[in-house]
């Protein structure tokens, strides 16, 4: 059974954590609490203490075992982090990486998951600031358990109650079996677009901002594998706990690939590799002297076709963006390039494509299953694909 670090913060609803401390020591968990300031006035850590039968810490400098950093050991120990209920003053504090309470610490030092359960007054929960904290922490993979819709301690009605125990119960019990369905599973990620130079100012590219690989790196990870994501030139900040080995183009990407393929089981090619790049790039910047300019290119490494010829036992996994005939194509490339699953999408598709958060995959499969997936946010489509990828490693390698 596994380690739950709960975290209670001052909202009204912190007497909630009871039962769910509770409840989750019912299902063989062993649970320790951390407290914010604020919640002590609402109730005590005595109360929690002698509910766990652990110490409740709630000073940074609170060391309740001699010799012990409390809060580097509480982040590294713990499982799951649970906050529960989270106030609209900690989702912002931990959105922004603050660390002024020893529950804001631990956040900050810890690489379990971490799930929050939100309680706050239905104004405050859908106030913008509010929500783009949700957003922010969702993309650092943080997940949440939404608040439901009733009257208030206040007497205003909305959303913003905490959601029912048995809910948040087994939300955890969820989000531990999903930490550890690839657990020592190694993912090899390709990410974004390549940049081929044509001077030293000027490049070829294409569109991809590469939110779809940044997704699935997020989505491995969030399964438990070992995640390294190379990745092409993006806005994008690499998910916490990835290895990342940044490449500008398709050349480097290549060599980064051939480099670590063999230290993986799963390798998604979500990269949009140029195909062709300049012949020769110019070592100073081409001036405007002349009406016309033709630039000669020459053909890239197909780095997903290269590496599956070796694959072994691997898993390997191709994505084909489509402007037409999709699935024809998607199915010719799964076996041209030797693969065990591909993801499809037609980018002339509106919500479907490069630069958007969203998209609309077709999963095909090497035994011929299609498996057409609604339009979702990518990190959701991730989230599917990753899925799909523990069922064939299940069939292959039997049971993790
Ligand atoms: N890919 C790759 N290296 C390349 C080109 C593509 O690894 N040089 C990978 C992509 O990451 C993707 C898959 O191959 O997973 C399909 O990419 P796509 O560009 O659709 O396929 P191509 O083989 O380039 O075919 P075409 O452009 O003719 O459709």
């Known amino acids: 059974m596994s380690n739950i670090l709960l975290g209670v913060s001052g909202s009204i609803a912190a007497y909630r954590a009871c039962d769910v401390a509770r409840e989750l020591m019912r299902a063989g968990h062993t649970v320790r609490v951390v407290m914010t300031p604020a919640a002590t ?21 609170d060391e309740p075992e001699p010799g012990q950093i409390a809060h580097i050991r509480l982040a590294q120990d713990s499982d799951l982090l649970l906050i529960a209920p989270a106030t609209a003053h900690t989702l912002a504090r931990l959105a922004l990486g603050l660390a002024d309470d020893m529950l804001t610490t631990i956040a900050l030092a810890t690489r379990a998951p971490i799930l929050i359960a939100p309680a706050m007054n239905p104004a405050m929960w859908t106030h913008p600031a509010t929500q783009a904290h949700v957003q922010t922490l969702q993309a650092r993979g943080v997940e949440f358990i939404d608040p439901t819709y009733g009257v208030m301690a206040c007497g205003d009605e909305g959303w913003g109650k905490i959601a029912d125990t048995p809910v948040i119960v087994q939300a ?11 657990k020592g599973v190694r993912v090899l990620i390709t990410a974004g677009p390549t940049h081929e130079p044509i001077d030293p100012v000027r490049f070829v590219g294409n569109r991809s901002s590469g939110k779809m690989g940044y997704a699935v790196a997020e989505a491995a990870l969030a399964h438990g594998a070992e995640v390294t994501l190379i990745s092409g030139p993006t806005a994008l ?29 799963v390798f998604i ?6 195909d062709y790049r300049p012949e020769r790039a110019l070592p100073s910047k081409r001036k405007r002297d002349a009406q016309r300019w033709t630039l000669r290119m020459v053909a890239n490494p197909d780095i997903l076709g290269t590496v599956a010829l070796r694959k072994g036992s691997r898993i390997v996994v191709g994505f084909a963006a489509e402007t037409d005939k999709a699935l024809q194509h998607a199915q010719e490339k799964l076996q041209r390039k030797n693969l065990d699953l591909i993801a499809v999408n037609d980018v002339l598709e509106p919500g479907s494509g490069f630069e958007v958060d969203t998209n609309r995959l077709t999963l095909i499969y090497a035994d011929g299953r299609i498996e057409p997936l609604p ?15 523990r069922m064939i490693v299940i069939q292959r390698w039997g049971k993790l």
Not at 42 to 60: E, M, Q, W
Not at 173 to 180: D, E, F, G, I, V
Not at 239 to 260: C, H, I, L, N, S
């Open 269 to 274: 090619a979500t990269a949009a590799v140029a």
């Open 237 to 265: 900040t690499p998910p916490a706990g990835a290895k990342v080995v940044r490449v500008q183009t398709a050349q480097q990407m290549f060599d980064a690939v051939q480099e670590a393929f063999d230290e993986c089981d």
């Open 41 to 61: 006035r609402l109730i005590s850590p005595d109360t929690f203490a002698a509910l766990t039968g652990n110490p409740v810490v709630v000073d940074v400098f």
């Open 172 to 182: 955890v019990q969820q989000r531990l079996q999903r930490a550890q369905a690839l």
């Open 375 to 389: 339009l979702m946010r990518k990190r959701a489509c991730a989230e599917k694909l990753i899925e799909a990828v």
